[in-house]
């Protein structure tokens, strides 16, 4: 297993918890915070053991504040296009098999809010704090906020966060459909966990799976996503989990996947 200096892992059961660990910069995105956080999810996606991952930051106050601004001066258009063309840490989280849930602590802003967008769940403390704050800084949003965030919560709410700039609560997050949930401070980890230990009790191909066919979803037209769905759905019948789940159900007992 890699050491990393900008982020944790820890294994707790099936759920791994990825944690950003720059208290003192509010967990702000630097180059090495993609460049660890995609080389940790390398290694989970090949860990068997894992079918869920918790994206968190260090500490109450910051989920993420955004990228870490002071690496912008001295970029030019084409390094930094080149830059956001590599492997950064939102597509790795965009393109990982397994289920990735941000659970969201504090400020949620910029980059941390487009990392959270590229997440399949977002659970938030009602102190979070939500925005993407880049018109500001005479920039746009670069991490796939513009295109996630419109997918998410519609047009007309995503150019109103966009244009402004400003926060806003964790109560309206959850009106626009932001988040998935909103908890109590002192029960976010908890009831995070409570979800991710759920969703970790299931056949791990057919999570995959189904994750491929939602995404597909706001991605493709109607016709082509049913044909994507059926294809997903006749290849769950070609794995031991299903003969599993099946026969569970018939024998009225708890089933035993084991993601063959």
């Known amino acids: 297993m890699s050491t990393f200096q900008t982020i944790t892992l820890e294994y707790r ?4 918890v990825l944690t950003i660990d720059r208290p003192d910069k509010l967990n702000a995105l630097s180059s ?16 068997d053991s894992v079918r ?10 910051s989920f993420i504040a955004g990228a870490d601004i ?4 001295g970029e030019t258009p084409t390094s ?30 910029g980059g941390g809010n487009e990392l959270a967008l590229a997440c399949d769940l977002r659970i938030a403390s009602e102190k979070a704090r939500f925005s993407q704050p ?15 965030l419109t997918r998410l919560i519609g047009e007309g709410r995503a150019m109103e966060i966009m244009l402004t700039g400003e926060m806003i609560d964790a109560d309206a997050a959850l009106k626009y459909g932001l988040v998935n949930h909103v908890h109590a401070a002192d029960e976010l980890e908890a009831k995070t966990m409570e979800l991710a230990n759920k969703i970790a009790e299931k056949a791990p191909i057919a999570l995959q799976l189904a994750k491929e066919a939602v995404k597909f979803a706001s991605r493709s037209n109607l016709d082509e996503g049913l ?17 599993e789940g099946v026969s569970a159900f018939l024998e009225k ?8």
């Open 13 to 16: 059961g099936a759920v791994a």
């Open 32 to 47: 090495e915070v993609h460049k660890e956080g995609v080389a940790a999810l390398d290694e989970l996606r090949n860990d």
């Open 52 to 61: 869920v991952v918790v994206i968190t930051g260090s500490g109450e106050r």
């Open 70 to 73: 002071a690496e912008f001066q």
């Open 80 to 109: 930094q296009r080149d830059r956001f063309h590599e492997r950064t840490l939102f597509n790795s989280i965009d393109t990982f098999p397994k289920p990735v849930i941000a659970m969201i602590n504090g400020f949620c802003l």
């Open 134 to 148: 880049e018109v500001n800084l005479g920039l746009i949003p670069g991490g796939g906020g513009t295109q996630r």
């Open 227 to 243: 044909r994507r769905e059926i294809d997903l759905f006749a290849l769950c019948f070609a794995t031991e989990d299903k003969t």
């Open 253 to 260: 007992r708890k089933p035993d996947f084991k993601g063959k």
